[in-house]
């Protein structure tokens, strides 16, 4: 029997295997069904790999059977026919208490004990296979930190915390005992909008450093996108109807009920993937704020540009003068007397996507946006032109899109939402 699946009760973590490589295939359904009693088929001949230390998301309309997927992994529900293998080894040959304590799960509103605190909610596990309350509590502690929770909160009571910290806690409980793989079904469904980001963030954040193989469900597309390495979109009656990374999703749906699924402008959303660094940015309208004005003029004319983007001595943007604006002021002016228009947002050439430079130029007032280095120090500005080149080249170099992947450890210069992929620029490349 696998070691993942009968851990050793009294010393689990030090039971644990060496963490599988990553790609490595860990869990697998093999045609499994699930028919209820009343002859409801909610999977269907269902097969899925789902590698080691990666995010499967599975998503699709409600009733389409992703939560009867996940639950057969951890023996919740067992399948009518086909089989599941952890590592190899088939699950129905294990002992489902065993098994659960190498698989944390996590559900929507948290299922948290209501009448524990919540260190002794986290501790749950521990506590159960005897690591004595001081252990358990100070595992309890650690994991509070390590989800953004106040240790102050600990004595309190499931009732007494928000519903994003109660998540927080139901993602620290499945954690306890640093279980292989964590299942969590529709997490984050139960906060609201913002929160609901901040967890996912917190999410990624914390996949990164925990290499969990993580199986989620949603039936939300954008969350799907967001945290999962490959997603898998069912149709109605527990069919598959693609398997797919988020970027080849967006980018190349399977059919018109994907497509659909994925819903309005994909195209747009798929940049997110592409790095920016892939775009070639132009530094020819762009000047010195004490250099004279008729000279800035002159570049301007020679670069055809009616604007120019004018940069303060440390090379950081400054604003747009217009090349009229320059012509009309006097004799002797340098280019930072010029009224100048706001630059807007910019964006990290190392650090930022396609999806943020496009947005930085659509939001621009003269249809260039200024990329700037880790320092905020403009590189260069774009062109509608040099964007379309960029998505072309990103395109033609679909698979091999590694070389163009942003380079996680950069810093996050671009908060959510702004199209940013530090984190995911792993997944992204993949
Ligand atoms: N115990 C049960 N007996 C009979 N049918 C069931 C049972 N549990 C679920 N079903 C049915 O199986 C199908 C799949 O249910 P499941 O809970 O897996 O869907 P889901 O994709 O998780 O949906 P949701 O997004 O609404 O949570 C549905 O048609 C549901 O009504
Ligand atoms: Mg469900």
Same mark, same amino acid.
């Given at each position: ?20 490589? &990553? ?6 359904? &093999? ?17 899925? &790999? ?49 098994? =659960? ?14 009448? =524990? ?50 998540? =927080? ?32 963030? &917190? ?228």
């Amino acid at each position: 029997m696998s070691p993942l699946i009968a851990p050793e009760l009294s010393e689990l973590s030090a039971a644990m295997p060496p963490r599988a490589p &990553e790609g490595h295939v860990l869990i697998s359904f &093999e045609s499994v069904t699930k028919r209820y009693a009343d002859g409801t088929v909610a999977v269907d001949n269902l097969s899925l &790999e789902i590698p080691a230390g990666q995010t499967m998301v599975l998503v699709g309309p409600s009733g389409c059977g992703k939560t009867t997927s996940l639950r057969m992994i951890n023996r919740l529900i067992e399948p009518s026919s086909g089989r599941i293998l952890l590592d190899g080894s088939d699950i129905t040959r294990s002992n489902p208490d065993q098994l =659960r304590r190498g698989i944390g799960y996590v559900i929507q509103q948290s299922g948290l004990f209501p009448h =524990r605190t919540i260190e002794d909610n986290i501790a749950t596990v521990p506590l159960l296979i005897g690591w004595g309350k001081g252990k358990s509590r100070g595992r309890a502690r650690e994991l509070m930190q390590l989800v953004g929770l106040d240790p102050a909160l600990a004595r309190r009571y499931p009732h007494q915390l928000s519903g994003g910290q109660q998540q =927080r806690v139901g993602v620290a409980r499945a954690l306890a005992a640093d279980p292989p793989v964590l299942l969590m079904d529709e997490p984050f469904s139960a906060v609201d909008p913002i929160v609901r980001a901040n967890l996912q963030d &917190e999410l990624i954040r914390l996949q990164a450093s925990l290499h969990k193989t993580i199986v989620l469900v949603t039936h939300d597309v954008e969350e799907a996108i967001k945290v999962g390495d490959q997603v898998a979109v069912f149709r109605p009656g527990g069919v598959i109807a693609q398997i797919d990374t988020p970027q080849q999703l967006l980018g190349s749906p399977a059919d018109a009920y994907v497509e659909n699924f994925l819903g309005f402008d994909r195209g747009i959303r798929r940049l997110s993937f592409l790095a920016a660094s892939g775009l070639e940015l132009d530094d020819t309208a762009v000047v010195a704020q004490d250099l004279p004005a008729a000279r800035a003029l002159q570049v301007a004319r020679q670069a055809g540009a009616s604007w120019l983007l004018v940069l303060d001595t440390d090379r950081r943007p400054r604003g747009w003068a217009a090349a009229d604006e320059l012509a009309s002021l006097r004799a002797g002016a340098r280019t930072g007397e010029a009224r100048l228009l706001p630059y807007g947002h910019t964006f990290g050439v190392r650090t930022d996507s396609l999806r943020a430079a496009l947005d930085a130029t659509v939001l621009s007032p003269t249809g260039h946006a200024a990329g700037v280095d880790d320092d905020g120090r403009v590189v260069g500005i774009t062109s509608y032109e040099r964007l379309r080149a960029a998505i072309q080249a990103a395109d033609m170099a679909a698979g091999t899109a590694a070389d163009t992947a942003v380079d996680p450890a950069a810093s996050t210069a671009a908060g959510p939402g702004r199209g940013s992929v530090p984190d995911r620029a792993g997944q992204a490349a993949r």
